[in-house]
């Protein structure tokens, strides 16, 4: 059901995507606070709408798919816009391509095994992984406008290289669980979900 309030918030994390890149435009510090404002509420959205859905039962097949795609697709457009307006240059180019690269490997994943019926849970790593990434990127995308109260730069980029760490450990470990479904060899949990 489309209607429920768990649907609502992660469709709110599609929809506020536009006023996200039409942020970048302003003049700054105001791209950087209106951007970071824009990007920490849908990061709150994602752990809400997830809360609501399990407490209030409201758990759908809708919103089990929207989900991971509102963040993915929240993610990708806040790197990208870095990458072309700033900070993310240079050497920090790459935790964000790993973050990127593993979002897509793990949804190709997640789609082959939906076809076989083998569910993916995701891990609790995984979930930290997520909220530091949020964390990250939020900071980022405030920039030096936090300065001099906040290092925002310098905790986003550590932030960032830690969240791309935990990518690399939680990515493999999907992978080695989905191997197992694709070569059909034994695992050492064979017949449980990975």
């Known amino acids: 059901m489309l209607t429920t309030l768990p649907n609502l918030l992660t469709l709110s994390r599609i929809l506020v995507i536009p006023a996200l890149v039409g942020a970048f435009y302003l003049e700054r510090p105001l791209s950087n606070w209106v951007t970071a404002a824009l990007f920490t509420a849908a990061g709150l959205t994602d752990y809400l709408d997830g809360y609501l859905a399990r407490s209030w039962d409201q758990v759908t097949r809708f919103g089990r798919f929207l989900d991971p ?29 790993v973050i990127l690269c593993r979002e897509i490997i793990v949804s190709g994943l997640r789609e082959f095994l939906a076809e ?3 569910s993916v849970p995701v891990s609790r790593l995984a979930k930290w992984k997520t909220a530091l990434q949020m964390v990250a990127l939020g900071l980022l995308l405030l920039g030096d406008a936090g300065q001099p109260f906040l290092p925002a730069l310098l905790i986003g980029t550590w932030a960032l290289w830690i969240a791309a760490i935990l990518t690399l450990v939680t990515g493999y470990d999907y992978l080695r669980a989905g191997l197992r479904h694709m070569t059909g060899a034994p695992g050492p949990r064979e017949g449980s979900d990975p």
Do not use: E, Q
């Open 69 to 97: 795609v509102a963040d993915k697709v929240m993610v990708a457009t806040a790197i990208f816009m870095m990458v072309h307006f700033g900070p993310l240059t240079g050497w920090l180019v790459l935790p964000a391509l």
């Open 116 to 118: 076989i019926n083998v």
